[in-house]
C-alpha cells in the first residue's frame, strides 16, 4: 500500500466566516476524501467565529499558542509573531510532503517553512495582498476588519520595500500560483508579472431533486428557524436572501435602499441577512428603520451550516451588494440551490453570473437598477423559474468543490513530481 502524501495547509488567519477560509475548509476536506493526509493551520483561530463546527470537524490549529481575549491587539501580535518566527516552525512539519499557502502570511510562512525542509510548496490567492495593494472599497471604509490591524497597516507603511519584497518572493517561488477565478486572476499577474492557473472556489452542486423548481415551492409557504442563540425566527416566502461577513466592503445598504422599491410591488417580502451582528449591523438596522423597511428584514444572526444551506434552498432570489469583490462565493452558493442572483455588473460577479441567463447584473452602483433586477425576478414566476434552471447547470458544469479540488490535486502532483 502506497504511502499517504501529507500536505499542510497555512492560512492566513481563522477569525470569522469569510470566503477565503470556507475555500480552505473545503479544500482539506476534499483530499482527505481523495486518501490525502491533511492539516490546517493559521497565526489566529477563533472557533466561535469562523464556521464552529468545520474548524472543530477539521481540527483547525494555530503556530503559536492564542493570547487571553482581554489582550488588546491580541490577533494582530500574534499574525505579527507567525510571520516573524515562520523559519522556526520548520521541525514541526519535517513529515510534511507538500505545503499549500492561503494568502498572506499563509505564503510567506508556507514559503519559510518549505525552504528550511527542501520541500515542495504552491500558493493559493484569493487577491493580492491587501495590506499593500487596496482596493478602491478598502480606502473609502478602512481595509481592516478589526481595528487592532491598523497598526499593522502603519508598520508596512514604514517598511514597505522589504514586504513588498517578502510578499513578492513567497507568492512567486512556488511553482504554482492557483488564483479565485479569471478576473481577480489578471490583477494578480499584472502586480507580480507571474503566470497564474484559475482554480475558482467551489459550491455544493444539490440534488437536482432537493430544487425549488416549481412555483409553488418558490412563492408558497413559511417556517422556523433557529440561530445558534437559540434564538427563533419565522420566514415567509417568498423572500429575499443576502449573505456576507457584516462589514462596510460588503455595502449591504444597497439591497436595504433597494427594498423600499420593492416593497411597493411585494409589500410582504423580507430580506434575511445571517451572519454574526457586528457595529456594522447595528448601522443597517438604523438605516432600515429610516427608510420604513426595517419590519421587512430579517437579521437572525449566527447560524449553523445546515441552517444556511436551508436558508438558500428555500429563498426567490439572492442579492450580492459587494462593489468590488474579487470573486463572491455566495454568489455560486445560491446558484448551486437553483437560486438566480442579482449582483454588480463589475468585478467578480461577471465571471459567475450570466446576465439574463442565471441572474441579473445591475448597472453599478444605481440601487434603482438593482432594485428593477430583484421586481424582475420575482415578478415572473415563469422567468424565476428558467433562471434558476440555467443556475443551477452552470454551477454544475463550471463551479462544483470536485472540480475545484481535482485542479489543487493536479498542482500537488506537479509539485511532487
Known sequence: ??????????????????GGERIVLEEAKGLIRKGYEVEIFGPTLDPKLCFPEEVRNLGVRTFLPQLPSFIPARHAFTMLASAILAP??????????????????????????AKTLR??????MNQPNRLLYHREIDEEVNWQNLKEYYFIDDLIKMLRPVVCYIDRISFTKGKTILVNGTYIGDIIRKIYKAEVDNCPAGAFVQKKSDIRSSRK??????????????????????????TNRHVPQKRFEYAIKALPFVVKKFPDISLVVPGPFTSYTNELKKLAKSLNVFQNII?????????????????????????????????????GWGVPVVAWNHAGPTVTVVNNKT??????????????????????????????KNAWEHVKKNF???????????????EIN
Open 299 to 335: 437579521f437572525p444572526g449566527q447560524i449553523s451550516e445546515g441552517l444556511l444551506q436551508k436558508l438558500y434552498q428555500e429563498s426567490a432570489v439572492y442579492v450580492y451588494t459587494s462593489p468590488e469583490e474579487d470573486f463572491g462565493m455566495g454568489i455560486i452558493e445560491a446558484m
Open 217 to 242: 415551492s418558490i412563492y408558497q409557504g413559511d417556517f422556523k428557524v433557529k440561530n445558534l442563540e437559540g434564538k427563533d425566527f419565522s420566514i415567509k416566502k417568498p423572500y429575499i436572501f443576502l
Open 400 to 414: 462544483s468543490w470536485q472540480k475545484h479540488v481535482d485542479i489543487l490535486e493536479k498542482a500537488i502532483k506537479q
Open 119 to 124: 520541500k515542495p510548496y504552491f500558493v493559493y
Open 88 to 113: 522556526f516552525f520548520a521541525l514541526r512539519f519535517k513529515d510534511v510532503d507538500i505545503f499549500l499557502g492561503a494568502n498572506q502570511p499563509g505564503a510567506w510562512i508556507a514559503y519559510c517553512v
Open 359 to 388: 441572474g441579473y447584473l445591475a448597472k453599478p452602483y444605481s440601487v434603482e437598477d438593482f432594485a428593477k433586477k430583484i421586481v424582475s425576478v420575482i415578478s415572473d414566476k415563469n422567468k424565476r423559474v428558467e433562471l434558476g
Open 1 to 18: 500500500m502506497s504511502k499517504k502524501i501529507r500536505v499542510a495547509i497555512f492560512h492566513c488567519g481563522f477569525i470569522y466566516s469569510g
